[in-house]
């Protein structure tokens, strides 16, 4: 069975520009949930989707980010325009539907803005 | 509010010694714990979590954790630490009913010594 993937593993822009992080979550899983650690501090939160809706966008920290998942299968998030505070590892999770099941995360993608 | 704290952000150990590595949560309600590991080049892995009943974990690798409610304590053990062990290791605390609503600690980057 297939993992989480996520794409890139690693990409490098500059300010001011798009970036389109994507992840592919264990097929079947309703639960997707976005990370990010920034600087070698905690990995926080951004937000969670139960199939195609944002069910927690709580942790997204300015609208320069947008994740979107469509059809409930692959997310896509999306920062626009890239700041040098943007740096860091994204890290995409999936889980199943029902409580108290662990969720299964990707790799990564490792973002770096210059 | 709710916060991990990991307070070793380096541990370095001999290959064959024992292990401890300390996570304290803040957490109003009952918590479900989780301990992360994640080693160069890979994703985050579930090493163990707990969610109710015994207070004594056995997870993946040899590792056990322990849940001391009134010390708000959820420490990671294993006996004999191999070279392989070499790795970051997060806990965290699932909120919202979990699933898995993750608040991490800042992680523990464990070096080890043959």
């Known amino acids: 069975e297939a993992g989480v993937t996520q794409f890139p593993s690693h990409s490098v822009i500059e300010k001011g520009q798009t970036v389109t992080l994507r992840c592919d979550p264990i097929s079947g899983h309703d639960n997707l949930y976005w990370y990010r650690r920034v600087m070698g501090k905690e990995i926080k939160f951004l937000l969670h989707f139960v199939k195609e809706s944002k069910q927690d966008e709580s942790g997204m920290p300015n609208n320069r980010f947008l994740a979107e998942r469509t059809g409930g299968t692959y997310s896509t998030l999306k920062v626009q325009p890239a700041e040098l505070e943007d740096s860091g590892v994204y890290f995409c999770?999936?889980?199943?539907?029902?409580?108290?099941?662990?969720?299964?995360f990707g790799q990564g993608t490792r973002l770096t803005v210059v | 509010a709710q916060s991990v704290t990991q307070p070793d952000i380096h541990i370095t150990v001999s290959e064959g010694a024992s292990l401890e590595l300390r996570c304290n949560y803040s957490y109003g309600a009952t918590p479900y714990l989780f301990w992360y590991v994640q080693s160069p080049g890979q994703g985050l892995q579930l090493l163990l979590k707990y969610f109710s009943g015994d207070t004594l974990v056995q997870g993946i690798k040899g590792f056990e954790a322990e849940f001391k409610r009134s010390q708000s304590s959820f420490n990671l053990r294993k006996p004999s630490v191999h070279w392989s062990d070499a790795a970051e290791y997060f806990c965290?605390?699932?909120?919202?009913?979990?699933?898995?609503?993750?608040?991490f600690g800042a992680g523990t980057r464990l070096a080890v010594h043959p």
């Open positions: 999770a999936s889980s199943p539907g029902h409580p108290n099941t662990e969720a299964f």
């Open positions: 965290a605390v699932g909120i919202s009913g979990g699933y898995n609503k993750l608040i």
